[in-house]
């Protein structure tokens, strides 16, 4: 199994030496895409649990911040 940095450097250098052209575009761009997905497992490992509580910004427990409304 390789390693998710060796997986980068490696369509990195495929970028590095595929052409520019019309006809590469598209390639270049299922490169680009699955470089960003490597960088983002990179930082965010899957499975690893995510930090703090699991409120996203647009659920109402998490404007609470301990304090209730005065409204």
Do not use: C, D, F
Not at 27 to 55: N, Q, V, Y
């Amino acid at each position: 199994k390789m390693s998710l940095l060796a997986k980068i450097a490696e369509i990195e250098a495929e970028m590095a030496r595929t052409q520019k052209n019309k006809a590469t575009s598209n390639h270049l761009g299922l490169l680009k895409a699955r470089l960003a997905k490597m960088r983002r497992e990179l930082i965010t490992p899957k499975g690893g649990s995510g930090g703090g509580t699991g409120e996203a910004p647009g659920s109402p427990r998490y404007h609470r911040g301990g304090q209730r409304w005065q409204g």
